[in-house]
């Protein structure tokens, strides 16, 4: 089986073809560098993305935006932004914060990428 992609990893946005054998990818072609040949393995097996949202702040009229500091796998997405948005976040909060741990057994941190104070 082949599956086709376009990597994501730098602006290049090479075209690649990844060829799988038994749920396992046995060889990428058209990839650039390194880092695409990479990205085509996870990406064919178990996709992987960083996790990004503004969450209100209880007292503030600005949401804080956060990220994960790590992947997630793509399925859980949706469960993952259901738990960070379940969760009451309060001033003040600071850039680097972290506002959850271990997301969902993913072992991925939530963390603020802004500053929010009383003032804001």
Do not use: F, W
């Amino acid at each position: 089986m082949e599956q086709e992609l376009t990597c994501i990893n730098c602006p290049l946005g090479c075209r690649m073809t990844a060829e799988i054998q038994q749920g396992e990818v046995v060889r990428v072609t058209g990839n650039g560098c390194k880092r695409g040949e990479l990205y085509a393995r996870q990406e064919c097996v178990r996709p992987m993305r960083i996790l990004t949202a503004s969450v209100p702040v209880k007292g503030s009229r600005c949401p804080v935006s956060v990220k994960t500091d790590k992947p997630v796998p793509k399925e859980k997405i949706a469960a993952c932004m259901e738990e960070i948005l379940s969760h009451e976040y309060a001033l003040p909060i600071d850039m680097g914060q972290v506002l959850l741990e271990d997301l969902l057994g993913t072992g991925a941190q939530v963390v603020a990428t802004r500053a929010l104070r009383e003032d804001a």
